[in-house]
């Protein structure tokens, strides 16, 4: 149902998917620049298109209620900010599980105003093991799709130098909103 639902999409969108390279592995998909809500919406388009069983991050309140079993079935996973530590074991006990999927994360955090990216994308890829893959959307070329895939290699600086090369001319649905990929953690310790 997720690929008819995703064809139909990709059918009707001015957007146009780019990339087709799917991970054979689990990866972390990051997904950027997030600067709006179709952010998501394209993100899961991707995904169902390409067959990439996309597993997502949201906060523990976007599962409450009836809310809960169509967020859990369209591949979230619930974040108790009070216990973050939990959601890399069971990141890890999947990827150990033989399991191939991605971890759709968006490091710009919540749509806004900030000056760096969010680091649990980089600490879950080093704790795991996990590649990450560059996934994107850009208005000025109306293109949303998958970049490469490759390993962090613990040097944060030189990483992040990789990812701000890729997303460097990519702008969002909202360019007014895009963040610089950019960790607080460059300039210090290592992760």
């Given amino acids: 149902m997720k690929r008819f639902l995703a064809r139909v ?10 990339g087709d390279e799917v991970p054979t592995r689990p990866t972390i998909l990051i997904g950027a620049p997030h600067t709006s809500n179709w952010d998501f919406v394209l993100m899961l388009a991707i995904a169902w298109r390409l067959g990439i069983d996309a597993h997502w991050l949201g906060k523990k309140s976007l599962f409450s209620g009836w809310r809960g079993p169509i967020m859990r079935r369209i591949g979230g996973v619930p974040v108790d900010r009070e216990d973050p530590g939990r959601v890399v074991a069971d990141v890890i006990a999947q990827v150990h599980s033989g399991e191939v999927f991605a971890l759709v994360v968006t490091p710009d955090g919540t749509r806004g105003d900030n000056r760096y990216w969010k680091s649990g994308f980089y600490r879950i ?33 030189a990483d992040m130098d990789r990812i701000r090369a890729f997303y460097a001319d990519k702008a969002g649905v909202r360019p007014d909103r895009r963040t610089e990929p950019r960790l607080r953690e460059e300039g210090g310790a290592q992760s």
């Fill in 125 to 157: 890829a080093r704790e795991t093991g996990m590649p990450v893959t560059l996934g994107y959307v850009d208005r000025t070329t109306m293109t949303t799709g998958l970049g490469p895939t490759f390993e962090l290699t613990g040097d944060i600086a």
């Fill in 9 to 18: 999409f990709w059918k009707l969108s001015r957007w146009t998917l780019d």
